[in-house]
Each structure stands twice: as structure tokens, then as C-alpha cells.
């Protein structure tokens, strides 16, 4: 074996030699930076550094001792799973309406304009979104000439969680339609042919035919999004977001940052920190073996 894997680095080194640059950035700013970890454990004074007084799991009692962490995990739940669910079925609504369409120069227009926003960045996005959702935006100037009270989509509590799923859909569901239009290709095409001569219909072909066999990538997609569980989008809401809708509206990353950052909590926050690494950790090594086990899918 070691022959071989000599014989392997003497033939392919140009190629190891490309993805060192990236292995070293890796090391030095994801691997060297988790000796911080310890801070969870300490009461962390910057003056002592690292050679602060040990607290043991006290952080984490604390952290679990308030509600308002608590309170941050339902919401991080509810918006990231409705992120994961609206992120699966629209794609595939999409996907298939596109798919219907034979005119290969329009389905590429409408293919690029949904595309598009996924490459926008959450502080441009936000702007843009603010602007529209505001009291005398866009959005609430169309329901006011409908002759309705104008709606605080950005200062309801309520309402907050589901802007951040709608928007979140809205700008990334062409990604999740370019993968789901790559397994439509796939579909043998001899299939929809015996299915007409069967006197069946597009309706009939797409419910017996293309649901059952894009299910596969569907169920490979929807587990391997569940290592995302943990992860609402920090870009997104810390550009949306403001006090009024925290109750609803804060999830684990923002409060890490308000704890960690901005009231100088490092061991408190780091301390969170590390609950949600871990548990993101334990849900993606689900997901993989849920991945091999229902999709045929491996990493590794």
C-alpha cells in the first residue's frame, strides 16, 4: 500500500501541489483557531489570556439557565426549517414548470433571472429588501391602493420569522432548480414515450413518472440539509433585523455575536458556540449516514 501511494504522489503531486494553498488557509484559520475553544471553560479575563481561571461546565448551566437561549433555539428552528422545507419544495415546483417549457432560449431567460439573486449578497439583498418591505415601500403602497392598512413586515414579531424563510426561498431557490432541472435530464425520455401511447397525459406522466424518479434526489437533498438545522442565515437576519422583533426574530448566531462581541462575553458566548458546533457536528454525521442509507449517497 505504501508503494502504491508513492507510486500515486510521484504521478498526481501537481495536483496535491494546487490544493496545498487551500489546505494551508484551511489549517490556519479553521483548525489552529479551535484551541479558543478552551475559553468555554474559563472565565476569560483578556488581561490573563489563556491562563484564566477555570469554571468548568458553569458557562454552559448559565447559558442553559436562560430563557432567552432557549428562546433563541425555537426560533432558530422554526425559521431554518422552514428555510429547509420551502427550500426543497419550490425548487422542485419550479424545476418542473421549467422543465415543460420547449422553447430552450426562454427556459434559459427565466433559468438566469431566478439564478441570479443566489449570487447577491445578503448586505446588498438587505437594502433592497428594506427599501421594498418599509412602510412607504413598494410592497405596502401596493396594499395600501388595495385599501388596506400598510403592514410592518420588518417590526412584527410575527411576521419576521416567515419574511426571513420567503426571502430566503425567494433568493435561493434558482441554485436548488438548476439541480433538480439536471435530474429531470436524466430522466430516460423512453419512459413519457410509453406513457403517451398509454393514452396518459402531462399530468398523469408527471405524477407517476417524474415525482418517482426526481424523488431520489429530493430525499438525497432534504437529508443533507439537515446538517443546516442550526444555521437560520446570520447574514441575512443580522442585516433585518432590529430589537423590536429579537424575541422572534434572534437565533444562535446573532445572539453569539451580541453575547460574544458587542457585551464582551467571550467565555459565555463561546461557550454557545460550541453547544451549536457540536450539535451541527452530530446532525451532519446524520445526514451522511441517512444520505447512504436512503439515497445511496457517500462522502467518504
Known amino acids: 500500500m505504501q508503494r502504491s501511494f508513492a507510486k500515486s504522489l510521484g504521478r498526481e503531486w501537481p495536483y496535491y501541489m494546487l490544493i496545498l494553498p487551500c489546505v494551508i488557509v484551511v489549517f490556519i484559520f479553521h483548525y489552529i483557531p479551535l484551541y479558543g475553544l478552551v475559553i468555554a471553560f474559563q472565565r476569560y479575563n483578556v488581561a490573563l489570556g489563556f491562563s484564566s481561571p477555570w469554571v468548568g461546565l458553569a458557562n454552559f448551566r448559565q447559558i442553559f439557565s436562560q430563557t432567552q437561549f432557549t428562546r433563541t433555539i425555537g426560533n432558530t428552528l422554526f425559521i431554518a426549517g422552514g428555510k429547509i422545507i420551502g427550500g426543497i419544495v419550490v425548487p422542485v415546483f419550479f424545476a418542473l414548470l421549467l422543465n415543460e417549457?420547449?422553447?430552450?432560449?426562454v427556459k434559459r431567460v427565466f433559468q438566469t433571472l431566478v439564478y441570479l439573486p443566489y449570487f447577491l449578497s445578503w448586505v446588498i439583498m438587505a437594502g433592497v429588501f428594506i427599501d421594498?418591505?418599509?412602510?412607504?415601500?413598494?410592497?405596502n403602497k401596493a396594499i395600501a391602493a388595495l385599501g388596506f392598512k400598510p403592514v410592518q413586515f420588518?417590526?412584527?414579531?410575527?411576521l419576521f420569522p416567515w419574511v426571513m424563510i420567503v426571502t430566503d426561498i425567494w433568493k435561493g431557490f434558482g441554485f436548488g432548480t438548476v439541480v433538480y432541472l439536471a435530474a429531470l435530464t436524466s430522466i430516460d425520455p423512453g419512459f413519457y414515450e410509453a406513457a403517451l401511447v398509454d393514452g396518459a397525459g402531462r399530468w398523469m406522466q408527471t405524477l407517476f413518472i417524474t415525482l418517482p424518479l426526481l424523488a431520489p434526489t429530493v430525499v438525497l437533498m432534504t437529508?443533507?440539509?439537515?446538517?443546516?438545522?442550526?444555521?437560520?442565515?446570520?447574514?441575512?437576519?443580522?442585516n433585518l433585523?432590529?430589537?423590536?422583533?429579537?424575541?422572534?426574530?434572534?437565533?444562535?448566531?446573532?445572539?453569539?455575536?451580541?453575547?460574544?462581541?458587542?457585551?464582551?462575553?467571550?467565555?459565555?458566548?463561546?461557550?454557545?458556540?460550541?453547544?451549536?458546533?457540536?450539535?451541527?457536528?452530530?446532525?451532519?454525521g446524520l445526514s451522511q449516514f441517512l444520505a447512504a442509507k436512503l439515497a445511496g449517497y457517500r462522502v467518504f
Open 101 to 105: 417549457i420547449h422553447n430552450v432560449y
Open 154 to 158: 420588518l417590526g412584527s414579531p410575527n
Open 223 to 238: 437529508v443533507l440539509s439537515l446538517g443546516r438545522v442550526l444555521n437560520a442565515g446570520f447574514d441575512q437576519i443580522y
Open 241 to 284: 433585523y432590529s430589537p423590536i422583533v429579537y424575541e422572534k426574530g434572534d437565533i444562535i448566531d446573532t445572539f453569539v455575536y451580541r453575547l460574544g462581541i458587542r457585551q464582551a462575553q467571550y467565555s459565555v458566548g463561546t461557550a454557545v458556540g460550541l453547544f451549536k458546533s457540536v450539535v451541527s457536528a452530530i446532525l451532519i
Open 132 to 139: 421594498i418591505l418599509s412602510l412607504d415601500g413598494l410592497v
